[in-house]
């Protein structure tokens, strides 16, 4: 079963927080999700075999990972536009491998969690627009656009646009 998401406030010195911000750039993430990947993967050595918590974490890792290396593969390849975070998802979505991936990371079963299913994929359209330099499309008023989908993995993204 997949827990509701806690949130913790950490005091670091200076010095710590820009080595880990340096640490969590060359990495190609933002210093929260980083952070999050370090405490998971202290979790995840320190488990017994078998655990169900750290197989959901290895998971949810996999996922984000081959979902991050599919978006830096296509912005390689010049195919971005503003609907990059569905064509990854797509892309992704098609291998066998991912799916039962991504159905361990939010619970597995026949219906996994709804909450669980809504925060891993906005952690990977996160980690999909950090990795394609982008940011999310605004209106003339400057409200972010989404789209919404039917039949794919995601519901709803954001639209995006190239970075400045």
Not at 77 to 91: A, T
Request: glycine residues 4%; positive net charge; hydrophobic residues 45%.
């Amino acid at each position: 079963m997949v827990a509701a998401a806690n949130k913790i406030t950490v005091i670091l010195e200076t010095d710590v927080r820009r080595q880990l911000a340096a640490q969590a750039r060359a990495e190609g993430m933002d210093i929260a999700p980083f952070l999050v990947k370090i405490v998971e993967n202290h979790v995840i050595a320190g488990a017994p075999e078998d655990d169900p918590l750290a197989s959901r974490l290895l998971a949810k890792r996999a996922v984000l990972d081959r979902a991050v290396t599919i978006a830096r593969d296509a912005v390689e390849s010049g195919d971005f536009d503003e609907h990059f975070i569905l064509n990854v998802m797509k892309k992704a979505s098609q291998n066998v491998e991912f799916i039962s991936l991504y159905e361990t990371a939010v619970g597995g079963g026949e219906r996994p969690a709804r909450s669980a299913r809504a925060a891993l994929n906005q952690q990977m359209a996160r980690q999909i627009k950090r990795a394609a330099g982008a940011r999310s499309k605004r209106d003339e008023r400057g409200k972010i656009l989404r789209a919404q989908v039917q039949d794919e993995i995601i519901t709803s993204y954001t639209l995006l646009d190239r970075a400045a």
